[in-house]
């Protein structure tokens, strides 16, 4: 554990050298007060538990794939009020919401997605306060039309014209693909908008919260079955998402949320992009604990980063146990890539399940599962559960919670 404690200071000066700025505080909504969530992550840094998401600012090459080339163009909408606000909208407690609903402007939306711009007559925000913030942004509770549903804000910042144009594009980029998901594991859109001084973004609100809260709740154990059917949740999604040419980039815990029928909605693609054939994909995107190594070793990659992060989050499932918990974000990423330590799959763990898992965070992404061989895989557990496992029920308490894999 000392050496890689060493390592990981190591790691963390190469990537200060490097000009990355690391984020040692949490960058997801684990532990807030308001347990359903639209956990978005890439509106500023948010510090509310551990886990070290690291982002890059080179959005630029996003606009490279044909899919996207109209981003330039879907930033074109006007804004009433000359496209300067006097609004303030500094970070306060309710400064955000108002600028949203101050009826003094006209609601805009983005150009050839004006279908998706909401109607603020229809959005109730209530007096909720919100439940998870960053430097730019903040996420609340509401209704729409009677819908519960999760409303990011964010602002629009007013000196520095290189962060605006970032996070517009970022803002736009998330609409366009938000706007063409429609699957029953994937969290749905609702709508955005555009004020004076703000963006803001709809989806509906999973009321079970993320399965990370679950799994911190509930000390008694998971069901085996609903790990399985949770987790064939998350892989169609995920297979959906996949073959429309998308890559997640950020899959882990904390962005799959529970619906009240316990079926899981995959959230947060404000990390997501186009899949691109080439070494211009933007590195250090995601969250350490579930990151693959070749992203954070700045090295091309592909669809298969997502299936790694599934692997981790399937042993999440058979666990309960946050992974790499002893080690810090970057320590278990030194880890990860250094020595090959990967998490403990439990001695009880049924075999096709740790060969799911082993082959989905396998170093080599070539040796990685589709996540349509991951379905397939899982449904024969489904089976083999009726058959031979009808009451399964377990959760292991591991004193080493890591081990070389």
Same mark, same amino acid.
């Given at each position: 554990? =000392?050496?890689?404690?060493?390592?990981?200071?190591?790691?963390? @000066?190469?990537?200060?050298?490097?000009?990355?700025?690391?984020?040692?505080?949490?960058?997801?909504?684990?532990?807030?007060?308001?347990?359903?969530?639209?956990?978005?992550?890439? +509106?500023?840094?948010?510090?509310?538990?551990?886990?070290?998401?690291?982002?890059?600012?080179?959005?630029?090459?996003?606009?490279?794939?044909?899919?996207?080339?109209?981003?330039?163009? &879907?930033?074109?909408?006007?804004?009433?009020?000359?496209?300067?606000?006097?609004?303030?909208?500094?970070?306060?407690?309710?400064?955000? &919401?108002?600028?949203?609903?101050?009826? #003094?402007?006209?609601?805009?939306?983005?150009?050839?997605?004006?279908?998706?711009?909401?109607?603020?007559? $229809?959005?109730? =925000?209530?007096?909720?306060?919100?439940?998870?913030?960053?430097?730019?942004?903040?996420?609340?509770?509401?209704?729409?039309?009677?819908?519960?549903?999760?409303?990011?804000?964010?602002?629009? *910042?007013?000196?520095?014209?290189?962060? $605006?144009?970032? =996070?517009?594009? %970022?803002?736009?980029?998330?609409?366009?693909?938000?706007?063409?998901?429609?699957?029953?594991?994937?969290? #749905?859109?609702?709508? !955005?908008?555009?004020?004076?001084?703000?963006?803001?973004?709809?989806?509906?609100?999973?009321?079970?919260?993320?399965?990370?809260?679950?799994?911190?709740?509930?000390?008694?154990?998971? *069901?085996?079955?609903?790990?399985?059917?949770?987790?064939? !949740?998350?892989?169609?999604?995920?297979?959906?998402?996949?073959?429309?040419?998308?890559?997640?980039?950020?899959?882990?815990?904390?962005?799959?949320?529970?619906?009240?029928?316990?079926?899981?909605?995959?959230?947060?693609?404000?990390?997501?992009?186009?899949?691109?054939?080439?070494?211009?994909?933007?590195? %250090?995107?995601?969250?350490?604990?579930?990151?693959?190594?070749?992203?954070? %070793?700045?090295?091309?990659?592909?669809?298969?980063? !997502?299936?790694?992060?599934?692997?981790?989050?399937?042993?999440?499932?058979?666990?309960?146990?946050?992974?790499?918990?002893? =080690?810090?974000?970057?320590?278990?990423?030194?880890?990860?890539?250094?020595?090959?330590?990967?998490?403990?799959?439990?001695?009880?763990?049924?075999?096709?399940?740790? @060969?799911?898992?082993?082959?989905?965070?396998?170093?080599?992404?070539?040796?990685?599962?589709?996540?349509?061989?991951?379905?397939?895989?899982?449904?024969?557990?489904?089976?083999?559960?009726?058959?031979?496992?009808? #009451?399964?029920? +377990?959760?292991?308490?591991?004193?080493?919670?890591?081990?070389?894999?």
């Amino acid at each position: 554990m =000392m050496d890689i404690a060493r390592g990981a200071d190591q790691f963390l @000066d190469y990537y200060y050298k490097l000009g990355f700025e690391v984020e040692e505080s949490n960058m997801s909504v684990d532990s807030t007060s308001d347990s359903g969530a639209f956990p978005t992550t890439n +509106f500023g840094r948010m510090s509310i538990d551990n886990n070290s998401s690291i982002g890059s600012n080179n959005t630029h090459a996003l606009l490279s794939h044909q899919a996207l080339q109209s981003i330039t163009a &879907a930033c074109s909408y006007s804004v009433v009020g000359s496209g300067v606000s006097k609004i303030s909208h500094a970070l306060s407690d309710d400064s955000l &919401a108002q600028a949203l609903m101050d009826i #003094r402007y006209s609601t805009e939306g983005l150009k050839d997605y004006e279908d998706w711009t909401l109607d603020l007559r $229809r959005l109730n =925000m209530g007096r909720s306060r919100a439940f998870a913030r960053g430097s730019f942004g903040k996420l609340y509770r509401g209704t729409y039309s009677g819908l519960d549903v999760a409303i990011k804000l964010l602002e629009m *910042p007013e000196n520095n014209d290189q962060q $605006r144009v970032l =996070m517009e594009q %970022q803002f736009v980029k998330e609409v366009m693909m938000l706007s063409g998901l429609c699957h029953p594991n994937v969290v #749905r859109f609702v709508g !955005d908008c555009v004020k004076p001084g703000v963006w803001c973004i709809v989806t509906e609100y999973a009321k079970g919260g993320s399965v990370r809260q679950f799994l911190s709740r509930n000390k008694s154990g998971m *069901p085996l079955k609903l790990v399985v059917k949770q987790a064939l !949740d998350v892989a169609r999604g995920m297979e959906y998402v996949h073959g429309l040419g998308f890559i997640h980039r950020d899959l882990k815990s904390d962005n799959l949320l529970i619906s009240s029928d316990k079926s899981i909605k995959i959230a947060d693609f404000g990390f997501a992009r186009i899949e691109v054939k080439t070494e211009g994909m933007t590195p %250090q995107i995601g969250t350490y604990r579930w990151m693959a190594p070749e992203m954070i %070793q700045h090295r091309a990659y592909n669809q298969k980063v !997502d299936v790694y992060s599934f692997g981790i989050v399937l042993w999440e499932l058979i666990t309960g146990m946050l992974p790499f918990a002893t =080690m810090s974000p970057v320590q278990a990423a030194f880890a990860v890539v250094n020595k090959g330590i990967r998490p403990i799959v439990p001695s009880d763990c049924i075999p096709t399940l740790r @060969d799911i898992i082993t082959s989905c965070w396998d170093t080599n992404p070539d040796v990685r599962p589709s996540f349509t061989e991951v379905i397939k895989m899982l449904e024969g557990v489904q089976s083999e559960i009726l058959n031979t496992v009808r #009451r399964a029920r +377990f959760r292991c308490c591991l004193s080493r919670p890591m081990t070389i894999d």
